[in-house]
């Protein structure tokens, strides 16, 4: 997209967007707005609300293109290997449409999932919804609400439903309602129109129950779940109480006399967040394997704190020489026995650490399933861990040793080895956790290929499928482990290994901990 820029009779600069500059493009002509800082705050708005307008008909545009996408997959018929089972329940079109869509516009799968599902209602009997839309008289927002309200209606009342619902986007005074109070309108107006019971709906609902995690910067994360209002307001009215018993607890000890605690005890929020970690963990602030104690002062305790699992990666090579040692000396000797020394080592610095010792600080650590962490936070994992697991890895290549034909399962240390490696599912765009994923060969086993490293990268079940079939292909083309992915469109995508054991403890020589 190429913007220029020129100069009307009043010299007032506008510039001009040209939607042909590529040559794969399928736009054509130009869209001209005036410069922000020649508008008054009455004429930027305008051009806020001309720009929704504009955002409103490339909505429809997109979601019509959508729709195309999947109907045009199941016309061309792409490749597959025919002496494979038919996979996802029958749906292999959709399945293939997901996975273009994603890849080509760089979003999760589940949100590519949603577009094409939107697009397959909107271009169909939910029409007049998409027209409403093309015309700017709603927002892609407000056709969501629709059609997330209208999908759990029979398809009878759901047409209905959205005659209906596109009346209630304005209020009486033609006020256009904002998406919350839409919402809120139409689920009334669902209730009015759903001819099931709410009992029945209930119980079907709850095969839909879950628990979700999602990382977020600076070392925090959102847990979020999907529960029976009736289960999810007892936790949280639990949660509150604890709370706020803590608070009061917390205003009467700084009444008294004496040295006051140095910190605040925070908000309801917080106290919040701190009484879940203590339920679940018996432990404040997410401390794994904590005293026990709640934050209201009772000796109530969960039945046992979850514990970390690290997985320790050590180079053999590294080992024999001596260069990797966490404690407060060098390995002596070779081989496993060095080895277990180092892993005793590192069991011994965590002890120290937990016990109150300053961490050696050796960069930055790596949390399966979620990303870097502080340094004081991995060592205090390693020293909760109940177990280690030490994985032994060439000193040249930094692979596990494979098993050639010898084998067509991977031994454990390969298996662990590729989850360090790969870190998550090695198809384009997916996160899946390496640990939840299967392994593959890259080159079928059945056609010659080895258990190595170099011919293996670990797939979730889902993409796994997808390459058995026939659909998508993939090649190696570095010892690093990247992969080369081939769409059934003919789209290329690369993939990069993560090597996630590189980060978690890295070849260099900490300083010992003082004592």
């Known amino acids: 997209m190429e913007v220029q820029a020129f100069?009307?009779?009043?010299?007032?600069?506008?510039?001009?967007?040209?939607?042909?500059?590529?040559e794969d493009s399928l736009l054509a002509?130009?869209?001209?707005?005036?410069?922000?800082?020649?508008l008054t705050a009455d004429e930027a708005l305008g051009v806020v609300e001309s720009t929704d307008r504009l955002i409103a008909w490339a909505t429809g545009v997109k979601m019509g293109a959508l729709a195309r996408v999947e109907e045009a997959i199941g016309e061309e018929s792409p490749r597959r290997q025919e002496n494979q089972p038919v996979r996802f329940g029958g749906d292999e079109t959709h399945a293939l449409a997901v996975t273009e869509v994603s890849t080509a516009c760089a979003l999760s799968e589940g949100t590519a999932a949603r577009f094409l599902n939107d697009a397959a209602d909107l271009t169909t009997a939910q029409w007049e919804v998409l027209e409403a839309v093309q015309a700017g008289e709603i927002t892609e927002a407000h056709a969501r609400v629709i059609l997330d309200q209208a999908r759990s209606l029979p398809a009878e009342q759901a047409e209905k439903f959205a005659t209906v619902a596109l009346?209630?986007?304005?209020?009486?005074?033609?006020?256009?309602?904002?998406?919350?109070?839409?919402?809120?309108?139409?689920?009334?107006l669902r209730e009015s129109l759903h001819?099931?019971?709410?009992?029945?709906?209930?119980e079907a609902a709850q095969r839909e129950r879950g628990v979700w995690f999602s990382a977020e910067p600076?070392?925090?994360?959102?847990?979020?779940?999907?529960?029976?209002?009736d289960v999810g307001m007892a936790i949280f009215n639990g949660l509150d109480r604890d709370a706020r018993q803590a608070s009061v607890r917390a205003a009467e000890l700084r009444g008294l006399p004496g040295p006051r605690p140095d910190a605040e005890p925070g908000t309801l929020s917080e106290l919040r967040a701190d009484a879940l970690a203590y339920r679940l963990f018996g432990g404040s602030d997410g401390l794994l394997g904590g005293s026990g104690e709640l934050p209201n002062g009772s000796d109530e305790s969960g039945t046992g704190a979850f514990r970390a699992q690290v997985v320790l990666t050590i180079p053999v090579g590294s080992v024999l020489a001596g260069n990797f040692v966490p404690g407060d000396g060098a390995v002596p000797g070779g081989g496993a026995e060095s080895a277990d020394a180092a892993v005793a080592a590192v069991l011994e610095s965590a002890r120290l650490e937990s016990a109150g010792f300053e961490a050696a600080e050796f960069g930055m650590a790596e949390l399966e399933g979620y990303g870097p962490i502080d340094a004081a936070t991995a060592w205090r994992l390693a020293a909760l861990a109940p177990t280690w697991q030490t994985l032994f890895t060439d000193f040249t290549t930094g692979q596990a040793l494979g098993v050639g034909r010898a084998s067509y399962r991977p031994p454990k240390a390969l298996r662990r080895y590729l989850h360090c490696r790969d870190g998550t599912c090695r198809f384009p765009g997916c996160t899946r956790r390496a640990a939840a994923c299967e392994p593959d060969h890259t080159i079928e086993w059945q056609d010659g290929g080895t258990t190595d490293a170099g011919n293996m990268a670990m797939l979730c079940r889902r993409h796994h499928a997808l390459k058995s079939i026939g659909a998508w292909g993939y090649r190696q083309s570095s010892p690093a482990g990247d992969l080369?992915?081939?769409?059934?469109?003919?789209?290329?995508?690369?993939?990069e290994a993560a090597n996630v054991g590189s980060a978690v403890y890295p070849l260099q020589q900490p300083e010992p901990p003082p004592f």
């Not at 002509?29 to 020649?38: C, E, I, Q, R, Y």
């Not at 005074?173 to 139409?186: K, M, V």
């Not at 001819?195 to 209930?202: D, G, Q, V």
């Open 7 to 22: 100069v009307t009779d009043d010299e007032t600069w506008i510039p001009a967007v040209d939607f042909t500059d590529r």
């Open 29 to 38: 002509g130009t869209v001209s707005v005036p410069l922000a800082s020649f």
């Open 218 to 229: 600076d070392g925090m994360c959102t847990l979020s779940a999907f529960l029976t209002a």
């Open 195 to 202: 001819p099931e019971s709410l009992a029945a709906r209930k």
């Open 484 to 495: 080369e992915w081939h769409s059934p469109l003919g789209r290329n995508y690369t993939t």
């Open 167 to 188: 009346r209630r986007t304005r209020t009486r005074q033609g006020r256009r309602r904002t998406t919350s109070e839409f919402r809120a309108c139409l689920r009334r």
